[in-house]
């Protein structure tokens, strides 16, 4: 990278901290006043800083502007399936990605089972949302008000004897899951199906997406699924990194 376009682009994180004049940008950047005037007029011209009247710069609204349009286009899906593929490849059970819209939660992507006893789903379905481990999820990510909301305004069907019963037990395991990162569902929609499912954040932290694997008792019990759930949160945290595009992991 030119010397020039990295001064250029070490001004952004100063000014994210807030405003600051030009002999505080001349100061972080080491140059000379008017070479980080000539930088800043620059980045004035396409919207990416502006000076106010005290005449000290903050980031422009364009800057804003793009970052919003950036996120919008960003497909999970894409980004994902690559990495569903391999997590397939891996454990052999099936694979799923999954989005809160609209009030549901919807399956967006799918890698079958290699086993001949599959899970019955399909892309663009709604899922379970009082027992899906990626309902659980997605749901949990919001905030107490929001989860307790939904949470009263939905039915609980007992789909088998382990579904979630009352609006109260739903909450409580949406703050486990909060809590803990990951999210189960052991025969709570079928009673031969167990699930273990963790999240995918965005550069925010937010949670945009779900993932999950799925696998009938009779290929594997549920301790034995139970055992995959590092592989899968590996996963997941490396779809997250490439969806908010930090290139290195968390430090523990």
Known sequence: ???TVDRAL???????QGPADLGQVAERLGVHKSTALRLLRTLHEHGLVYRQEDQRYRLG?????LAQEAVENLDVREIAHSHLVALNDRCGHTVHL??????????ID????????RMYSRIGKPVAITVAAVAKLLLADLTEPERRVIAEKLDYPMYTSRSTPNAAAFLKELAVVREQGWATDLGGHEESINCIGAPIRGADGRVVAAMSVSAPNVVVTA?????????VRR???TISREYSGTTQPKKA
């Open 10 to 16: 070490s001004i952004l994180p100063l000014l994210a």
């Open 61 to 65: 609204a364009r800057l804003f502007a």
């Open 1 to 3: 990278m030119s010397q």
């Open 235 to 237: 996963t997941a945290e």
């Open 110 to 117: 799918k890698v079958e089972s290699r086993y001949p006893v």
């Open 98 to 107: 999954a989005v809160y819209e609209e009030q549901e939660v919807l399956y």
């Open 223 to 231: 301790e034995e699924l139970l055992t995959l759930l590092p592989l």
